[in-house]
DNA sequence: CCTGCCGCCTGCGCGC
DNA sequence: TGCGCGCAGGCGGCAG
């Protein structure tokens, strides 16, 4: 569940669901869920077992849940990853890889079918941020995110504009659909070179990032499949208001030209070819 | 330092 | 019907 409104609405749900638990019980289905604890899954285990999960944090896509100790159970759920909350003895998921259980009659479930996300339990900072999160920039809902640096520090970079934007060491939460949906909003290539944005337009595009995050999460996030779900299981709803992310030949809200797919990164991109024209001297 | 590329995985839908 | 290919909400590590 990719993006940062996606991985709120699971915040929340484990905030509601998981925080405050003991759990009494770790079973790791599959290591590579755990590749990130180098200590390997029976350290995994023996730091969670018998342990409280305290309340939920989160930057950018990265989400925690702080441990009665010095530690914090970290998660990234990758591009298919779930944390879902289910009773004892309801039937294992296809793709479960971590089974937590919790001191309710409930387990906390990790899932995920491509195993690029996982589980670690690691150490914390003074203000309880886990270390492999101090790399990862402030993302645009956090009440400290700093827009002047940020406009500055975006400005400074040389390279293609949505690039930048999926940088998560220069601003996190943003990955492809809402990087997409912001620079539709903003009428902005996405290989528009970073230092010939002027300081306005960036101010802009970071309120479209704001704006499309926001009524995003106030639709419980965008979900295309059964893949990207809550803690219940249930499905968001925003992508019934995508404007641009995967609707190519579909026609652009604003104007009605068809929108087009462009490769990018072993991915795709999706504009307007009429509000966001390619720049004459774009970044890649 | 900064930028860009590649590999890590599984499953699905499409065209042949 | 079967098979290969392209594609998918991401990231870390490493090369230049």
Redesign the pocket.
Known sequence: ???LP?VEVVRRGLQQHAAGRTVVAVQVLHP?AVRRHTAGPDDFAARLTGRRLRATSRR???LWLPLDSDDALLA?L???GQLVVQPVGADDE??LRVRLTLDDGRELRFVD????GGLDVVGTDRDGVPE?VL??ARDPLDPAFDDAAFVAALR?????LK?AL?D?TLV?G????YADEALWRSRLHYARA?DTMTRPQVHRLLADVRGVMGEALAEGG????S??VDVNGRSGYFDRSLAA?GQEGRPCPRCGTPVR?D?F????SFTCPRCQPRPRHG??
Request: aromatic share 12%.
């Open positions: 569940m990719p993006e996606e590579r950018g896509k990265f990234h990758g591009m298919s296809v793709h079918q491509r195993t690029f492999p790399h990862i400074r970079r040389r390279t293609g690039r999926l998560q996190s943003i990955g492809n659909i970073t965008t979900s295309f499949d893949l990207y992310y797919r490769p990164m072993n991915r795709s970044r890649w």
